[in-house]
């Protein structure tokens, strides 16, 4: 039975074409909170993502929520030219706006993996984690308390962040990783402002 799930959620993944995130972290409360796009950043607690696709815009897609590739490096967005992820220097994950690849200098692309975690001897589950691909060995996911001023009363609580050289904030939650849960969609927004 076990080994049929597991095969299951190997297949569910691999038909996906997009993924939502929630959080993993067991005995916290945090673990499960679906997590959202927002002013180019990624937050728990909020309704929804914020998104926008223009008036002259006719096939504008469903919005999904808020989705991402496989390997975490773009939104599922239909605008061309996509949107990319990124870590910023202290580890916050952001993204791109629409129309522009322009990233603040020091922040890396990749770095996100997938890992087998062992709860017990009969139970393990898959978590993405990140390890910061400068070759510094820092890594993790962090849900931090500090959201930015431009977020604050939307409703946001936590922030998602992972462990770089420079990440310092405070009070934050360690988390085993994130849960990529499949969705069958090719796209979550026109873009995700």
């Not at 180019?40 to 008036?55: A, H, I, N, R, T």
């Not at 096939?59 to 967005?77: H, Q």
């Not at 070759?135 to 993790?140: A, F």
Request: charged share 15%; proline share 6%.
């Amino acid at each position: 039975m076990r080994t049929q799930l597991l095969l299951n959620c190997f297949a569910a993944a691999a038909s996906a074409t997009t993924y939502f995130l929630t959080v993993f972290a067991p005995n916290t409360e945090v673990d499960g909170a679906l997590i959202n796009a927002s002013g180019q950043g990624f937050y728990l607690s909020l309704d929804g993502p914020s998104v926008y696709c223009p008036d002259n815009v006719s096939d504008c897609p469903k919005i999904e929520g808020t989705l991402v590739t496989s390997n975490m490096t773009a939104m599922a967005v239909k605008v061309p030219g996509g949107q990319q992820i990124y870590v910023l220097p202290d580890g916050q994950v952001q993204y791109t706006r629409a129309h522009s690849s322009l990233q603040p200098p020091g922040s890396m692309v990749g770095g996100w993996f997938n890992k087998t975690v062992v709860l017990s001897s009969n139970d393990s589950r898959y978590a993405f984690d990140y390890l910061a691909p400068d070759g510094s060995g820092k890594g993790g996911v962090k849900i931090c308390p500090d959201v930015p001023d431009a977020i604050k009363g939307t409703g946001a609580g936590y922030s998602l962040y992972v462990g770089t050289k420079a990440f310092n904030e405070s009070f934050c939650i360690e988390a085993v990783g994130l849960n990529l849960m499949p969705k069958n969609v090719t796209f979550g927004a026109w873009e995700y402002v």
